[in-house]
């Protein structure tokens, strides 16, 4: 039985996402393109629509780590799917069991809700990490490569003639 549990975020935890946030940031060498602000987090993860949702992993009603998730869809399947955008759990805390208690708890959420699937994207230098969903039994994708329009590339191109 897992020491930790899992909750829907609120909005009054959006100061403690976002430490979360830069906390993965810093883990992840990009502390710097941290852009977001708490009034950020509050309007889009509790705002009206909010497309994208939290949970909050806690120990002795103490917060040890975060989940940001969205549903994507799957015209394959003609179902939703859930992503999971950042799982995050403090340093003190990984080993113990709190991951696996997020991604159960997403996994349980997916199935709830009729999801086809549950994915997610990892650093190809997270070695610890890809381990650790390797022995979940989830698979990489090879035959995939993720793209991104951001910043000034999304701007240009959304305003260009092309």
């Known amino acids: 039985m897992s020491d930790f549990t899992i909750r ?7 100061s403690q996402i976002l430490k979360f946030i830069t ?11 941290v852009e977001a602000s708490v009034e950020d987090i509050e309007r889009t993860l509790f705002g009206d629509p909010a497309t994208s ?3 909050l992993c806690e120990k002795d009603g103490q917060p ?9 869809y799957s015209t394959w399947q ?7 955008e950042d799982l995050y759990i403090t340093p003190d805390h990984r080993g113990a069991g709190a991951g696996t208690a997020v991604l159960k708890y997403l996994a349980q959420h997916a199935i709830n809700n009729n999801c086809g ?5 990892v650093l190809d230098w997270n ?7 390797e022995s ?15 910043g000034d590339a999304l701007t240009h191109f959304a305003n260009s003639q092309r």
């Open 23 to 33: 906390e993965l940031a810093i883990f992840e060498k990009a502390e710097n393109e």
């Open 64 to 72: 040890v780590g975060f989940a940001v998730y969205f549903y994507n």
């Open 78 to 84: 003609g179902k939703n799917g859930l992503y999971l």
């Open 117 to 121: 699937r549950f994915e997610w994207s």
């Open 127 to 133: 070695q610890p990490a890809i381990d650790f969903y």
């Open 8 to 14: 829907t975020a609120h909005k009054k935890d959006s």
């Open 136 to 150: 979940l039994g989830a698979v990489a994708k090879s035959e995939w490569l993720g793209y991104r329009l951001s």
């Open 53 to 55: 949702h939290s949970i």
